[in-house]
């Protein structure tokens, strides 16, 4: 049973509760980690996928999925 109507949860919520770590890469996560990382045109597109990941699944609830 949900505790919420379908159309109020979304897939980026239900993510973000089972993912401990929600960027694709560690770099993005944490840009210490690797010295390049802060001016990396590689990280920047990481992250930007992530952002249209989150976008996407933030954009589609259950009720989406079933309907």
Known sequence: MLARRP???TLGQ???LFEVHT???E????PESCDPSID???RMAWKEAA???YDK?????????VG
């Open 51 to 53: 952002q249209a990941l």
């Open 57 to 65: 699944l933030d954009s589609t609830t259950i009720a989406d999925l």
């Open 27 to 30: 770099c993005v996560s944490s």
């Open 14 to 16: 239900i993510v973000r």
């Open 23 to 25: 960027d694709l890469t």
């Open 7 to 9: 159309e109020d949860i």
């Open 40 to 42: 990396c045109k590689i």
